[in-house]
């Protein structure tokens, strides 16, 4: 994480790629709370992709939003989170997708 002046930050990763991150009223960047949702959506995504593509199950869409409750006051700590997940796609039945969240998940 390198400063970058006023309330902006640049995060950079062991390969080298780049998101910048603020507060909103900077205007910039995500905000760090978005950020950790986007990584949390992602971190579950990439694993459902490789479970279902073990199971020879041909996804059409992999859509996950991340619902958060955060705390009112600084530092505004995480209460709830909450996954929704839509996979429909060739051969994905409810107890496939199920599973495969499930194994993400833990």
Request: aromatic residues 4%; proline residues 6%.
């Amino acid at each position: 994480m390198h400063w970058i002046g006023g309330q902006q930050f640049l995060g950079i990763d062991s390969t080298n790629h780049s998101v910048v991150l603020s507060p909103p009223d900077e205007g910039v960047g995500l905000k760090p709370s978005d950020l950790l949702m986007v990584a949390l959506g992602s971190c579950t995504a990439v694993d459902i992709v490789e479970i279902m593509d073990k199971k020879r199950i041909e996804l059409s869409i992999l859509e996950i939003k991340t619902e958060a409750v955060q705390a009112d006051n600084p530092p505004w700590s995480f209460r709830k989170i909450h996954l929704h997940y839509r996979l429909p796609g060739k051969g994905c039945n409810l107890e496939a997708a199920r599973l495969a969240i499930e194994l993400s998940e833990e």
